[in-house]
C-alpha cells in the first residue's frame, strides 16, 4: 500500500508488566474514499520491531456492490510487503509480472529490493457483488547489504503454510519458526511472523527465541501478568524474557519480530533505504518514470510534493 508521512503519531505508554517496553495503541489514518487504516509502525517511540518497520491494521470495511480498494501503481525499495488477510481478496499486479489474487490465510511477500512498483484493487467479481475486508499489511525492511537485491514476489496459499493447534488454540506460522514448526517462505534476514487465535482462558506462550518481539491485538482482549489490554494494540516485549499471554475473551492476535538491523532507516513515502541519497535517487525515478510499467494498469500514483 501507499503510504505517506504523519507528523502527530499517539505515544505509546509503558504498562506494569515488567516484561512490557511499549504499547502502543495505533493511529488512524484515512487513505481515501473512506479508506481507513490503523497505523502502529512507524511510532514516535519505536521505528521498527526486528525488521518490521511498518504496520496497518484495515478493516473491519465493507464495500457496497460496484465499489472496492484501488491503491494505483506506486514504487517500493528497500522493503519487502506482507500482505495477510483475514476476510475479503485484494489483486496484486506488479512490475515484475506478478498477478496474484490475495485471500484469506495466505502468505504474500512482495521483495521490492532495488525497486519495484505494484497495484493492489478489489478483483472484478467482489467488487460486482460487494465484499467485507479485514487484513493487515506490514513491510519489512531489508539489511544494508541486502536492500539492492532483484525485486520478487512470492505466494504460499493457507493450506501449505503450517498450522499447530491445541485445545483451543490455533497459530498459522506466516514466516519463520514458531511453536517448533517452519514456514517454508525465503527470506533475506531473521524474522517471524504469525497468526494465533485462542479461546477464553487459554495461556499462550511467546519464546525469547527472537531478539525482538511483539503482539498486536486484532481482535479480543488478554491478560499479561495481571494487566489487561484490549484490541488494537500492539505491545512490544523486551528480549530475553518469556511471556505467557491469557486470552480473556476469544482473540485473535499476531506475534511478530525478529533480530534488529544493525542501524535505523530512513523513510520517506513507500521507500526505505540505509541512506538518504538512496531515497532521493528512488524519488527522481518515479518522478521520470524510471521504474517498470505494471501489467494491465494505465494509472499511477503521483511523487508526493512533500
Not at 119 to 143: C, F, Y
Not at 177 to 190: H, I, Q, R, T, Y
Not at 268 to 295: C, L, Y
Request: net charge negative.
Amino acid at each position: 500500500m501507499s503510504w505517506l508521512p504523519t507528523k502527530d503519531p499517539i505515544l505509546g505508554d509503558v504498562k506494569s508488566c515488567d516484561a512490557l517496553d511499549l504499547v502502543i495503541v495505533p493511529r488512524v489514518r484515512d487513505l481515501g474514499d473512506g479508506f481507513q487504516v490503523r497505523r502502529a509502525l512507524p511510532h514516535g517511540k519505536r521505528q521498527m520491531v526486528g525488521p518490521f518497520i511498518f504496520f496497518d491494521h484495515f478493516g473491519p470495511v465493507q464495500f457496497i456492490a460496484g465499489h472496492g480498494m484501488d491503491v494505483r501503481p506506486h514504487p517500493h525499495i528497500g522493503l519487502a510487503t506482507v500482505t495477510y488477510l483475514f476476510d475479503g481478496s485484494i489483486l496484486h499486479r506488479d512490475s515484475e509480472g506478478n498477478i496474484q489474487e490475495i485471500v484469506p490465510g495466505a502468505m504474500n511477500l512482495m521483495t521490492a529490493g532495488r525497486g519495484i512498483a505494484h497495484s493492489e484493487r478489489t478483483p472484478d467479481v467482489p467488487r460486482k457483488t460487494g465484499q467485507h475486508m479485514l487484513g493487515l499489511q506490514s513491510w519489512i525492511a531489508l539489511p544494508a547489504d541486502k536492500e539492492e537485491i532483484a525485486p520478487s514476489f512470492q505466494h504460499f496459499d493457507a493450506a501449505v503454510l503450517p498450522v499447530v493447534e491445541e485445545t483451543g488454540l490455533r497459530a498459522r506460522i506466516i514466516a519463520g519458526e514458531a511453536f517448533g514448526a517452519k514456514a517454508s517462505v525465503d527470506m533475506v534476514s531473521d524474522w517471524f511472523y504469525v497468526e494465533v487465535a485462542a479461546d477464553a482462558g487459554v495461556s499462550v506462550p511467546l519464546d525469547p527465541t527472537y531478539e525482538e518481539r511483539a503482539v498486536y491485538l486484532v481482535e479480543g482482549e488478554v491478560d499479561i501478568a495481571g494487566d489487561r489490554f484490549a484490541a488494537p494494540q500492539m505491545l512490544i516485549f523486551r528480549p530475553g524474557d518469556r511471556i505467557t499471554i491469557k486470552a480473556v475473551t476469544k482473540t485473535r492476535m499476531m506475534f511478530l519480530g525478529g533480530t534488529a538491523l544493525e542501524g535505523p532507516r530512513h523513510i520517506w513515502w513507500n521507500f526505505v533505504s540505509s541512506r538518504k541519497e538512496r531515497i532521493e535517487a528512488a524519488k527522481e525515478d518515479w518522478k521520470t518514470g524510471r521504474f517498470g510499467p505494471v501489467p494491465e494498469e494505465t494509472e499511477f500514483i503521483p511523487l508526493p510534493e512533500r
